[in-house]
């Protein structure tokens, strides 16, 4: 790209993620602007429009999509559409010759994954996942910790995500567009947390669904899951993830100290301390230095790091799909 030109992002699917966090958010960044939109919905054409200054040639329906092709000024794709959309919408994004950058869960199965994987290749665009933690200060601290064995190597984790939920009847409630509960929508989250600061992939997963204490709610999807990994190395990870009660907590106890985030996982500012005392780290906006750091590697024509990749979405996504076969059959699964 030409030196000192923002990339130009088109939001696909302006509901609350868009709304509240990426949109605001590219008001701050460096790399990227809010170039486009691509919604179903009119009204909120005609708003963004307005507040952000879009002109009628970059706003797109769902039907209209594929003629971002001729766009010049959209230069990446954003997928902030429900889980079981994101696939069709990466794909057709790749076809359209963007680059694109994926909202987790990538999708609900490995074989949607390795389609959206390969159809970003064979258009020679690269492909990330929205994992805007990768790209904050607290997290890279513990992966640092962790990886580096700053404690020692680490021999036991707790990585949990969880919230209690509202309206019940959003498409996360649905199992055919959720493609599960608060795995697939949180409980990535601590998936990554076991694996970033392990440095290391499981090796097996035993997991647990609890009784749903509020059944007519939870008619589709998982209320809580509890799940324990084993890494190569020896270390072990208890996860929870749940929509009926919260918690956000990644601890590591290595064989000399430990180290903890909470809150770990949501937009901050997060906060930690290991046992030599407080983590301090600069506060920033998740979604604008996730964004940055995506934007200026494809200016600079570089390959994005491995682990915001498709392929590390493809990693999670089989995980997920490992934990819930481990709950279902009460066996350990060997990964
Ligand atoms: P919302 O339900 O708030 O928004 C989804 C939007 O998708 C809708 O507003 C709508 O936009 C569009 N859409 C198109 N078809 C449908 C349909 N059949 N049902 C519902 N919506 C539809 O979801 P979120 O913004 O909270 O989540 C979107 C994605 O972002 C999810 O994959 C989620 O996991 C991820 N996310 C990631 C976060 C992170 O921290 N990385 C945080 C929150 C969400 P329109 O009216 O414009 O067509």
Redesign the pocket.
Known sequence: GQPGRKLGIAL??????????LAPALQQTQYCRLAG?????PS??TEWMQKYNIPKENVY??KTFDRIADNKDIDVVY????????AEYVIRAAKAGKHVI????MAIMPKECQDMIDACKKANRQLAV????HYEPFTKEVMRLGQEKVFGPVKFMESSDAFRIGDPT???MKKA??GGGPL??VG??AVQGARYVTGEEPISVTAQFSPKTEPEKFKEVEETLFWQFQFPSGAVCNSTTSYTAGVERLYASCQNGWFELSPA???GPLKGRTSKGPIDQPVVN??AV?MDGVCKDLIDGKQLPNHITGEEGLRDVRLLQAIYRAAETGRKIEL
């Open positions: 696909v699917g302006l509901g609350s993620y868009s709304t509240h966090r939109v691509v919604t179903g919905t909120k054409a329906d769902y997928v902030v559409l429900p889980n079981s959309m994101h994926c909202e987790k869960p929205g994992y805007r933690l959003q498409w996360r567009m959720a697939m929508d990535i989250y996982f949501g937009y998740h979604q996730h």
